[in-house]
């Protein structure tokens, strides 16, 4: 009597396993894909959420600032500029983001600030913008390009 298994069943038993498995790593694709997306737009409501506080604040306080994007630590930070350009709130973002350039934003006292928008880029390509529109200051924020 003959011990083990015949080639063709090891293969066959190997195709049976690998179409189970097919469903299972297009959800993990999904979940990795809808991941990304909610990463990115936390981080686009993060920076449009330090762009009103930092208008607010120079409103509040009298004061002028500054909103600093550095693209090569992945920061964001936001600083009183009078006095001792103290940091009030910096963003750091998480790992697979960056920002496509360095961008400065003047906010005057009366909270207005210049027009400009801050992009970011996943690992996977996909570009989050937020933008401030010129004369009303609103701060919009897109997905994709």
Aim: glycine share 8%; aromatic share 8%; hydrophobic share 35%.
């Amino acid at each position: 009597m003959k011990r083990g298994y015949t080639l063709i069943e090891l293969i066959i038993v190997l195709a049976i396993i690998a179409i189970l498995m097919l469903p299972t790593l297009n959800i993990s694709k999904y979940y990795r894909e809808v991941a990304g997306r909610v990463k990115g737009k936390s981080i686009i409501n993060e920076v449009s959420n330090l762009i009103s506080y930092s208008k607010y604040y120079c409103r509040h306080y009298n004061s002028y600032g500054l909103i600093e994007v550095n693209s090569s630590e992945g920061k964001i930070i936001f600083k009183d500029t009078e006095g001792k350009s103290k940091v009030i709130k910096t963003i750091t973002l998480e790992d697979g983001f960056k920002f496509t350039s360095n961008n400065s934003l003047s906010i005057n006292k009366i909270g207005h600030i210049q027009s400009d928008t801050i992009r970011i880029i996943d690992k996977e390509g996909k570009v989050y913008k937020v933008t401030i529109s010129t004369g009303v200051d609103t701060v919009n924020i897109y997905e994709g390009e």
